[in-house]
């Protein structure tokens, strides 16, 4: 469970996560952060003879067929990260059951996520997309400046609960970022079909998916019946606890989680954590997972 504090101003509440972010670089994620980009992170260089060794993976296979024998690409590696996070502030995001609603640990997530990429000298940049319109800070370098960006992105203000859904501007953010830069969505997910500006994002960056997940989403509670204020409607709900209640979470929760594979089919690419789990723990297996992948998903 985190235990940072969500009444504390924005600027005092990213210094607070910060040292920990430093310590989690120093002594547990070292490179295995920036080893999670590589493969993406490179820059294509020229097309070069395939040779026994080589990744298949980068096989050229248009250039291939028309010489006739195999060619891979040859890569070089990118002097640096950009980092590019989609914040879509949806309403349901209000929603808590315990001491942390999914918007406050998801706010929280994207201001460590921008640490790291502070404490590892990438530039990081954002897109906030709320239901009255959207606020974008073009990526930068160095601690200050990510500081005042993460500041500015927690600052914002939540939708009010009775908004609609935010729309999301894929054909701006398809040039928001230089090619190969790491697009993190930071959302809700609910059960919908899979964007039209979707599939160019994936063309265009190394996508990934995460999002916060409140204990009652996963199993709902126990007890027989109880009162649950639901905030994208605005009222006060009983919860009965019926066989037919829960046969229709289950559906939703198979829904929810079809739509969320389908957005990020591989596992190396989404995270999913829950309110009352540490946040910084949670990135550190993540990026060490990947490290060990190779981080070419």
């Not at 640990?105 to 921008?114: F, I, R, Y």
């Not at 990526?139 to 939540?158: D, N």
């Not at 929760?253 to 989404?270: K, M, N, T, V, Y």
Request: proline fraction near 7%; hydrophobic fraction near 40%; glycine fraction near 8%.
């Amino acid at each position: 469970m985190s235990t940072t504090p969500t009444s504390a101003s924005p600027l005092a509440l990213l210094r607070q996560l910060e040292w920990r972010v430093r310590h989690a670089v120093e002594n547990v994620l070292s490179g295995e952060y920036r080893s999670a980009f590589r493969g993406r992170g490179m820059e294509f260089d020229q097309v070069v003879k395939y040779e026994f060794g080589d990744d298949v993976r980068d096989i050229d296979w248009n250039v291939t067929a028309r010489l006739g024998e195999a060619y891979r690409k040859k890569f070089v590696e990118e002097r640096e990260v950009t980092l590019l996070l989609v914040f879509e502030d949806s309403p349901s995001l209000h929603f808590g059951s315990g001491a942390q609603s999914k918007r406050e640990a998801l706010l929280e997530m994207a201001g460590l996520v921008m640490l790291l990429g502070a404490v590892n000298r990438d530039r990081v940049g954002f897109i906030h997309a709320s239901p009255s319109g959207n606020l974008f800070r073009e990526p930068v370098r160095g601690r200050g400046q990510i500081l005042h960006s993460a500041a500015t992105l927690l600052s914002r203000p939540p939708p009010a609960p009775t908004d609609e859904a935010p729309s999301l501007p894929w054909r701006f953010l398809s040039r928001a970022a230089p090619k190969h830069s790491v697009l993190i969505w930071l959302g809700d997910f609910p059960p919908r079909p899979v964007p039209d500006g979707w599939a160019v994002m994936q063309r265009r960056y190394q996508t990934m998916g995460f999002r916060v997940e409140d204990p009652w989403e996963r199993t709902l509670p126990t007890r027989e019946s109880f009162a649950a204020y639901d905030p994208t409607h605005g009222r006060l709900i009983t919860i009965e606890g019926s066989a037919a209640e829960r046969a229709a979470h289950a559906a939703w929760c198979q829904e929810r989680d079809q739509a969320w594979h389908s957005l990020f089919p591989d596992p190396l690419s989404r995270l999913l954590i829950g309110t009352e789990q540490n946040r910084l723990d949670a990135l550190v297996r993540f990026f060490h997972v990947r490290m060990k992948a190779g981080g070419r998903h």
